[in-house]
């Protein structure tokens, strides 16, 4: 099992220009999250999708922020335009709900945005 | 609201002490609990899990942690602390599928 595959693991952007993140969730999962971790704010979730379909998109910040899952193995978080207060450490996760109705999240090793 | 309260920003402690981070939840409901570790420069890893049944879960590298429902709380153990076990713990509580997690409590190691 790979894992949770996130690329790139580093991005450096001048402000103003257009980002995209990319997730490949492990191969079962039916969900998918994407998290933003700072020294601020501690990690917040952005959205997440139940098979995927967005199911709450309320931790986006604004407008700027879009998400979108095409097919159960691919996910991209865009930022455009993106602004230096967006530097950040991004994390995507998936998990499975199991009989019982348990779950446990695997995250992916995180890309990590500068902005500047 | 739930909500999730590490009180312990950072601490320090000897190779080969105890060791106990505080966590406390707020929840409505039977609370699902999670413990994870993060490595600097890398992502969450779940350390361990409660969702029924017996009120100590063993985890990975060694680490337990306990439920206790009239305390809301879910601290994490370790007998013995290795150099290697220097991190950021988290402590999470699952509400309908999302977690929600704790500020993060980072451990130091002395030799």
């Known amino acids: 099992d790979a894992g949770v595959i996130q690329s790139p693991r580093h991005e450096v952007t001048e402000m103003g220009q257009e980002v995209t993140l990319r997730c490949k969730p492990i191969?079962?999962?039916?969900?998918l999250f994407w998290y933003r971790q700072t020294m601020m704010r501690g990690l917040e979730l952005l959205i997440y999708f139940n098979n995927n379909v967005p199911i709450d998109d309320s931790g986006m910040p604004e407008d700027r922020f879009s998400a979108k899952m095409p097919n159960a193995s691919f996910s991209t978080l865009k930022i455009q335009p993106s602004e230096p207060r967006d530097s950040a450490v991004y994390f995507c996760?998936?998990?499975?709900?199991?009989?019982?109705?348990?779950?446990?999240?695997?995250f992916g090793p995180g890309t990590r945005l500068t902005v500047t | 609201a739930q909500s999730v309260t590490q009180p312990d920003i950072h601490i320090t402690v000897s190779e080969g002490a105890s060791l106990e981070l505080r966590c406390n939840y707020s929840y409505g409901a039977t609370p699902y609990l999670f413990w994870y570790v993060q490595s600097p420069g890398q992502g969450l890893q779940l350390l361990l899990k409660?969702?029924?049944?017996?009120?100590l879960v063993q985890g990975i590298k060694g680490f337990e942690a306990e439920f206790k429902r009239s305390q809301s709380s879910f601290n994490l153990r370790k007998p013995s602390v290795h150099w290697s076990d220097a991190a950021e713990y988290f402590c999470?509580?699952?509400?309908?599928?999302?977690?929600?997690f704790g500020q993060g409590t980072e451990l130091s190691v002395k030799p």
């Open positions: 999470a509580v699952g509400a309908r599928g999302k977690l929600i």
């Open positions: 191969s079962g999962h039916n969900s």
């Open positions: 409660y969702f029924s049944g017996d009120t």
């Open positions: 996760a998936s998990s499975r709900r199991l009989e019982g109705g348990e779950y446990e999240q695997y």
